[in-house]
C-alpha cells in the first residue's frame, strides 16, 4: 500500500563529497555535500547560491572533490553546521550554522597538495577528484519548494587520485568495488552503502567499454 506524502527533503541516499575550494585570501575552505553525480569525467554538484565553497568556485574556478567514505564519518560530522562565509545567510543563521576559518583543522583533516590545481586534496580521504568549473547556473528556479537561492555546478575532472587500497591491484586503473565503501547521506544521516546485493549484469564486458578513449588507447 503506498501513500502519497508529501516530504521536507528528497535526500534519498547520495555518497558524500569533502569539496575543498580556495577562499579569496588563499586560504582552503572544506564543505561537506552530496549533491553530487558524475558522468564520464564530467560532475555535476548542486550547491546553496550563497555557501563559501559557490562563491570561491565562481571567482577561481577549481576545486578538488575529495569523496568520503565511511572512515570519514566523524569529520563530516564536525564540519556539518558550519560555513566558511562571514556574513552568515539568514537561513544559516536559522538552522544553527557559526562560521568556521579553518574547517580542515575543525574536521581534524590535512592537506595534501594537488597536482593541476591550487585547492588542496584531503589526505585522509581515498579518492581525490581535481576539478575546474565549465559552468554555474541557477537551480531549481520554478520549484516553490525549494527555500533557497541555488546553483548547479557543471565541473570537468582532470586528475584521479585513488588510495591502492581500493584498487582491484596495485597496477589496474579499476576500483575493487567492495573495498571503497562510500559514505551516503541518507534524509540527514550518514550511513555506509553496505554490500553487494547481486552480481550486476550491467557490470558485464570490460569497463573500458564506457571510455573509448581507453580502448583507442590499448590498441
Ligand atoms: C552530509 C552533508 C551533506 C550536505 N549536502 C549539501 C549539498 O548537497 N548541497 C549544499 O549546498 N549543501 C550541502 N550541505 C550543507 C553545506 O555543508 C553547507 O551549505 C555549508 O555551509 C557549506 O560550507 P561553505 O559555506 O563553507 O561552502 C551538506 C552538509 C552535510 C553535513
Request: include cysteine; hydrophobic fraction near 40%; charged fraction near 20%.
Amino acid at each position: 500500500m503506498h501513500r502519497t506524502i508529501e516530504p521536507a527533503i528528497h535526500y534519498w541516499g547520495t555518497p558524500v563529497v569533502l569539496i575543498s575550494s580556495l577562499n579569496e585570501d588563499g586560504s582552503a575552505n572544506l564543505a561537506p555535500m552530496s549533491s553530487a553525480w558524475w558522468l564520464g569525467w564530467s560532475c555535476m554538484l548542486g550547491l546553496d547560491a550563497s555557501s563559501q565553497t559557490l562563491l570561491n568556485l565562481k571567482r577561481q574556478g577549481e576545486c578538488v572533490l575529495n569523496l568520503a567514505s565511511t572512515a570519514n564519518a566523524e569529520a563530516v560530522n564536525r564540519l556539518a553546521l558550519c560555513t566558511g562565509t562571514h556574513q552568515l545567510p539568514l537561513h544559516k543563521q536559522w538552522l544553527g550554522y557559526r562560521h568556521v576559518a579553518d574547517k580542515l583543522g575543525e574536521a581534524g583533516l590535512s592537506a595534501q597538495p594537488s597536482e593541476q590545481v591550487a585547492p588542496p586534496r584531503v589526505r585522509e580521504c581515498q579518492v581525490q577528484l581535481e576539478a575546474q568549473v565549465v559552468d554555474i547556473r541557477p537551480f531549481g528556479t520554478q520549484d516553490p519548494r525549494l527555500p533557497i537561492a541555488s546553483c548547479m555546478v557543471e565541473l570537468r575532472l582532470l586528475r584521479t587520485h585513488v588510495d591502492e587500497a581500493i584498487l582491484q591491484g596495485a597496477q589496474s586503473e579499476r576500483i575493487d568495488a567492495e573495498a571503497w565503501q562510500p559514505l551516503m547521506m541518507k534524509f540527514r544521516q550518514l550511513h555506509s552503502s553496505g554490500g553487494q546485493v547481486l552480481p550486476s549484469r550491467l557490470a558485464q564486458g570490460p569497463e573500458e567499454r564506457y571510455a573509448p578513449w581507453k580502448l583507442r588507447r590499448a590498441s
